[in-house]
């Protein structure tokens, strides 16, 4: 048995137990100044991000993501501008097309709508055969708009599709 002073043990232990507590005060501003950056730095430009999509989910396009950093966050924010903007436009002009094409196609479905009431007023049989070559008129004028709409559907559809094929400048310059 060795007889050791405890007291030098004790001033260990003491001073152990200070160092734990100031190495857990030191370790607690840390984490904060850090769960703080990344707050700033992370979580906050999401929600950013986060509340302009939802906006942009019920067709308001006014809102904007304005996070100007050169990261991945960045980057989705000026996507999601750009597609806002995009889309904003497209509906603007969805709107117009709809417009328009409704108008072009009540004016002939007005005549048709005339021509088939006189007819059941039982006219003339003269005006009788004038009345169905005017009906048959409108209707192609309406087919022949509703082809147009089709054809217009089916370019915009393909314009992205473009077919290569080669070309001799030589043959093209010969006059």
């Known amino acids: 048995f060795s007889i050791v002073p405890i007291q030098p043990l004790d001033e260990a232990v003491r001073l152990t137990k200070d160092y734990l507590g100031y190495v857990f005060i030191t370790a607690l501003i840390f984490v904060s100044l850090l769960s703080f950056l990344f707050y700033r730095m992370v979580s906050k430009p999401l929600v950013k991000i986060n509340e302009a999509a939802l906006k942009m989910s019920r067709m ?10 050169h990261d991945e966050l960045g980057s989705l924010s000026n996507s999601l501008n750009i597609m806002s903007s995009r889309l904003h436009s497209t509906i603007a002009e969805l709107k117009e097309f709809v ?42 004028r309406m087919n022949n708009l509703v082809q147009d709409m089709l ?9 992205g ?4 094929e080669a070309v001799d400048l030589n043959n093209l310059t010969k006059v």
Do not use: W
């Open 99 to 140: 417009s328009n094409a409704s108008h072009e196609l009540k004016t002939p479905i007005a005549v048709i709508g005339g021509f088939v009431e006189a007819l059941r007023d039982d006219i003339r049989s003269d005006k009788r055969d004038r009345y169905l070559e005017k009906l048959q008129q409108e209707v192609e």
């Open 161 to 164: 599709m473009l077919n290569k």
């Open 151 to 159: 054809e217009l559907s089916r370019m915009e559809s393909n314009a």
């Open 60 to 69: 308001d396009f006014s809102a904007s993501c304005d996070i100007h950093t």
